[in-house]
């Protein structure tokens, strides 16, 4: 078989790889946006944004909304319902934004999504969901990863994922944010531009006409990702902006 990547390209990966992290931690995604600016970004948004997923209010929901369905399992202790599918890919949406800055949560996440996938059998209408969480973990997985040739294999294997479910479902505004997240702070040489491009474009001009894409306090976070680290038109950020007064 021919080798798709030759000792260059591992010796390239372990150089810069260590030191250059897939999704940004609080500190590296301050400088990234600094970056930006003198690169012609819009400007960084007045309100404390230090991580790209660290925008105002997700954080705090994704724990406070974990501690809740926590707390609720332990007071039915093991006698209420099983939680919905709704509520399953809430807490998994959660964990997501936590686990880029916590590689336990990245564990834990990926073990929801198998227990996802486990009940849904393939055959459920929150398949393509369950399964960009699961290629967006597994880049979230790169940039926790030590080991250089693990590293570029996670993104690979997240990107390969999330790729293919964006061009079967291009109009699936949680896949392109999905996509849009993982390569945004990618380090040059694993850069994706058109795609990143793509996404930009397809999540300004829908997300003002669907809110309903992603729950309340989710979607603030979403539109707020993009004013602070989306190179918008001035027309899609009055947009964006307005999406978030209504």
């Not at 590296?28 to 944004?49: F, I, K, L």
């Not at 964990?95 to 834990?108: I, P, Q, R, T």
């Not at 227990?115 to 849904?120: G, I």
């Amino acid at each position: 078989m021919r080798n798709l990547f030759p000792v260059r390209t591992w010796m390239l990966a372990a150089v810069l790889i260590p030191s250059a992290s897939l999704i940004p931690s609080a500190a590296e995604a301050q400088a990234a946006q600094s970056q930006t600016r003198e690169g012609g970004h819009p400007p960084e948004s007045s309100q404390d944004s230090s991580s790209a997923f660290d925008v105002p209010g997700l954080t705090e929901w994704a724990e406070g909304h974990i501690a809740r369905l926590d707390s609720v399992a332990i007071a039915s202790d093991g006698t209420g319902n099983s939680p919905s599918m709704e509520e399953s890919l809430e807490r998994l949406r959660a964990m997501y934004h936590l686990s880029v800055e916590k590689d336990d949560w990245a564990g834990v996440a990926r073990d929801s999504v198998a227990a996802l996938r486990l009940r849904t059998a393939g055959i459920s209408e929150w398949d393509v969901t369950i399964e960009g969480y699961r290629g967006a973990l597994e880049v979230v997985r790169a940039k926790h990863s030590k080991w250089p040739p693990n590293k570029l294999k996670y993104f690979n294997r997240g990107a390969a994922t999330l790729d293919a479910l964006v061009e079967v479902n291009p109009d699936d505004l949680e896949l392109r944010y999905l996509r849009f997240a993982s390569y945004r702070f990618l380090p040059f040489f694993l850069r994706r531009d058109d795609a990143l491009a793509a996404d930009l474009r397809a999540l300004a001009s829908g997300l003002p006409d669907q809110p309903e894409a992603f729950s309340p306090v989710v979607y603030a976070g979403v539109v707020r990702f993009l004013l602070e680290n989306g190179n918008l038109t001035e027309d899609e950020r009055a947009r964006l902006e307005g999406a978030l007064s209504t």
